[in-house]
T-cell receptor
Framework: AQTVTQSQPEMSVQEAETVTLSCTYD???????LFWYKQPPSRQMILVIR??????QNATENRFSVNFQKAAKSFSLKISDSQLGDTAMYFC?????????????FGKGTKLTVNP | NAGVTQTPKFQVLKTGQSMTLQCAQD?????MYWYRQDPGMGLRLIYY???????DKGEVPNGYNVSRLNKREFSLRLESAAPSQTSVYFC??????????????FGPGTRLTVL
């Protein structure tokens, strides 16, 4: 079974600082995308950023960027200039494998708290 | 566009009762999914449907059944609820098969408690 590991169950950061959330995955897919989702206290799952595995360049979306290391199967999320609204659970997701790009496997999540 | 909608938002059942969670999407997506979220466990796939008329088991299908009623709707049924099924249930949808870049869009979730 494919697995996604988020090794930091909880993290905290001061407002305006930078924080990095780690994720490692294990997929047998060749052409795939990786995703980071955010779940604020409202419970709504929101896409933060996606990375194409074939691209060398790391994806960026405003204050959010990834550090993608394909050989190491590592996909970390960097949040710059942290804001109070970034307080949320963050989930990393990768394809389930075996032709399973239709399905995603999610990590157990990292609870991020941004302190004022 | 309402996106992905789920009903109900909250439900309390007694052990042995049955119920159906409803999910609908208005984005003309082909794939639909049911997940459960438990503390410290992330999201785990219960069932998914790649297209109308097809369903497939996910990681934790026991105790659940699903129906892909049409392209818009995908329901999850608990025939005989058990306390172990206390969880938050999410429905999600995704545009099309083979489009690896497509993300899943999620509904607001249903918090189910089985006493």
């Amino acid at each position: 079974a494919q697995t996604v590991t988020q090794s930091q169950p909880e993290m905290s950061v001061q407002e305006a600082e930078t924080v990095t959330l780690s994720c490692t995955y294990d997929t047998s897919e060749n052409n795939y995308y990786l995703f980071w989702y955010k779940q604020p206290p409202s419970r709504q799952m929101i896409l933060v950023i996606r990375q194409e595995a074939y691209k060398q360049q790391n994806a960026t979306e405003n204050r959010f960027s990834v550090n993608f290391q394909k050989a190491a199967k590592s996909f970390s999320l960097k949040i710059s200039d942290s804001q109070l609204g970034d307080t949320a659970m963050y989930f990393c997701a990768s394809p389930a494998g075996q032709g399973g790009s239709e399905k995603l496997v999610f990590g157990k999540g990292t609870k991020l708290t941004v302190n004022p | 566009n309402a996106g992905v909608t789920q009903t109900p938002k909250f439900q309390v059942l007694k052990t042995g009762q049955s119920m159906t969670l409803q999910c609908a999407q208005d984005m003309n997506h082909n794939s639909m999914y049911w997940y459960r979220q438990d503390p410290g466990m992330g999201l785990r796939l219960i069932y998914y449907s790649a297209s109308e008329g097809t369903t497939d088991k996910g990681e934790v299908p026991n105790g659940y059944n699903v129906s892909r009623l049409n392209k818009r709707e995908f329901s999850l049924r608990l025939e005989s609820a058990a306390p172990s099924q206390t969880s938050v249930y999410f429905c999600a949808s995704r545009k099309a098969r083979g489009h690896h870049e497509d993300e899943q869009f999620f509904g607001p979730g249903t918090r189910l408690t089985v006493l």
